[in-house]
C-alpha cells in the first residue's frame, strides 16, 4: 500500500501504482505470486499475470511465464506492445532484462515431492489453498487500474493456466464501472468470465453488492 500510495500521492497513475504493490508482494516471497509462486507438478514455476487501466481498456498479461521474478512487469511491457496475451517464447522475451527466479528452494521442491505422494487426493487438494495478489486502484484523474499474479493453484498440471493472466475473468478495469481483481479456484472464475461480470453489475450498485451478485 505505502508503495503505491506514494505514487498516487505525486499525481501518478494508478497503472503505475497497481504495478508498485504487486512488485512488492511479487517480491516478498510470502505470497503465492512471484518469488513464492507455486510450483506446477514438474517442479517447474510458471507465473500468470495481467493489467488493465480503465481510460482506454488498454491491457497486457503473460501466461506460464518462467524464470522470472516479476509477471507482473512483463505483463506491462505487453501492455505496450499491440498485443495482449503473451506466452512461452513471447512472454520470455518480452520479460529480457528482468529480475530473474532463483531455483526453486529446498523446502518447496520438499513440499512437492509430499504433494506427489497424495497423487490421488490431488483434486481435493487443489482446492485448499489461494493466495494469489491483486490490486487496484483509483487515480487523481480519475482512471481506475486493476492487476492480478500468481503461481497458479496448488496442485496443477503442468502447463495449467487460470484466470489470473485472462483480461475479463482474473482482471478488468473500465472507469465507468470499476475495477476488480479475482482470486480463488480460477476454473470457476474463467467460465463466469467473472471480472467483468462484477464490473457491469457495478453500473447500478456498490462493490459490496455488485460483488456479493457476482458470487452468488
Ligand atoms: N485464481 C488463481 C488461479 O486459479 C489462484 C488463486 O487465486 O490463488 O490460478
Given at each position: 500500500?505505502?508503495?503505491?500510495?506514494?505514487?498516487?500521492l505525486?499525481?501518478g497513475p494508478?497503472?503505475?501504482?497497481?504495478v508498485?504493490?504487486?512488485?512488492?508482494m511479487?517480491?516478498?516471497g510470502?505470497?503465492?505470486?512471484g518469488?513464492?509462486?507455486?510450483?506446477?507438478?514438474?517442479?517447474?514455476?510458471?507465473?500468470?499475470a495481467?493489467l488493465m487501466?480503465?481510460?482506454?481498456?488498454?491491457?497486457?498479461a503473460v501466461?506460464?511465464?518462467?524464470?522470472?521474478?516479476?509477471p507482473?512487469q512483463?505483463?506491462?511491457?505487453v501492455?505496450?506492445?499491440s498485443?495482449?496475451?503473451m506466452?512461452?517464447i513471447?512472454?520470455r522475451r518480452?520479460?529480457?532484462?528482468?529480475a530473474?527466479l532463483?531455483?526453486?528452494s529446498?523446502?518447496?521442491?520438499?513440499?512437492l515431492?509430499k504433494?506427489?505422494?497424495?497423487e490421488k487426493e490431488?483434486?481435493?487438494?487443489?482446492?485448499?489453498y489461494?493466495?494469489?495478489?491483486?490490486?487496484?486502484a483509483?487515480?487523481?484523474?480519475g482512471?481506475?487500474?486493476?492487476?492480478?499474479s500468481?503461481?497458479?493453484t496448488?496442485a496443477?498440471?503442468?502447463?495449467?493456466?487460470?484466470?489470473?493472466?485472462?483480461?475479463g475473468a482474473g482482471?478488468?478495469?473500465e472507469n465507468?464501472?470499476g475495477?476488480?481483481?479475482c482470486?480463488?479456484?480460477g476454473?470457476?472464475?474463467?467460465?463466469r468470465?467473472?471480472?467483468?461480470?462484477?464490473c457491469?453489475l457495478?453500473?447500478?450498485g456498490?462493490?459490496?453488492?455488485?460483488?456479493r451478485?457476482?458470487?452468488?
Open positions: 500500500l505505502a508503495a503505491a500510495y506514494t505514487i498516487l505525486n499525481g494508478g497503472l503505475d501504482a497497481v508498485a504493490a504487486i512488485t512488492v511479487e517480491n516478498s510470502m505470497f503465492n505470486a518469488l513464492g509462486g507455486v510450483l506446477q507438478l514438474d517442479g517447474v514455476q510458471r507465473l500468470d495481467s487501466e480503465g481510460k482506454e481498456l488498454k491491457a497486457g501466461a506460464g511465464l518462467e524464470g522470472f521474478r516479476n507482473i512483463a505483463a506491462r511491457r501492455m505496450d506492445t498485443h495482449v496475451l506466452t512461452n513471447g512472454g518480452i520479460a529480457q532484462g528482468l530473474r532463483p531455483k526453486p529446498k523446502a518447496s521442491l520438499e513440499k515431492k504433494l506427489l505422494l497424495r490431488i483434486t481435493s487438494l487443489y482446492r485448499k489461494f493466495s494469489t495478489v491483486g490490486a487496484v483509483l487515480d487523481k484523474s482512471n481506475l487500474a486493476a492487476g492480478t500468481t503461481g497458479g496448488y496443477m498440471l503442468p502447463g495449467r493456466v487460470g484466470d489470473s493472466p485472462i483480461i482482471t478488468y478495469a465507468a464501472t475495477a476488480v481483481s482470486t480463488g479456484a476454473e470457476y472464475i474463467l467460465r468470465a467473472l471480472a467483468k461480470e462484477t457491469m457495478m453500473e447500478g456498490t462493490p459490496a453488492t455488485a460483488s451478485r457476482a458470487l452468488k
